[in-house]
């Protein structure tokens, strides 16, 4: 499958929830959606297109909590990112675990990190910190 079919697939399956791309390189192309349609995206990717999943990174940019998942697709060379910003007030996203099981740790590790709630997710508990941390404390959290 060819870099411009896979940007159009992604168009057409986000809809009006596809909030913006970012055609950077011939190798790198940026998607910002809205958290509604992670899980259809991610399933496009990841069966459809067989896409591998990297990983995923998260940060505190002040006013919400900003996830980027990202996906390489090695035949061609190509590596897309979706873009999810989560407002503080409503930390919760749909866990990509049901979907790829390799989402896992790197989602217990942002729960655990930046305090989002994965709805979904099979097993939430601490990855690198001590059982006893207290409970809401986010180590990388800039409001806390």
């Not at 998260?58 to 980027?68: C, Y």
Request: hydrophobic share 40%.
């Amino acid at each position: 499958m060819k870099k411009t079919q896979i940007i159009e697939n992604i168009k057409v399956r986000s809809g009006k929830e596809l909030l913006d791309i970012k055609d950077r390189s011939e190798k790198r192309v940026y998607f910002t959606i809205k958290k509604t349609v992670l899980p259809k995206i991610t399933r496009y990717l990841f069966n459809d297109v067989k896409a591998r999943f990297n990983t995923a990174s998260g940060v505190d940019t002040r006013d919400a909590i900003e996830i980027l998942y990202h996906f390489s697709i090695d035949e061609i060379g190509l590596i897309i990112s979706l873009r999810v910003i989560l407002k503080k007030t409503d930390l919760e996203i749909e866990s990509l675990t049901p979907i790829m099981r390799c989402a896992e740790w790197i989602e217990r590790e942002i729960h655990e990190m930046l305090g989002v709630n994965f709805k979904g997710h099979p097993n939430l508990k601490h990855l690198l910190l001590k059982d006893d941390w207290p409970e809401g404390n986010c180590p990388l959290r800039r409001d806390q």
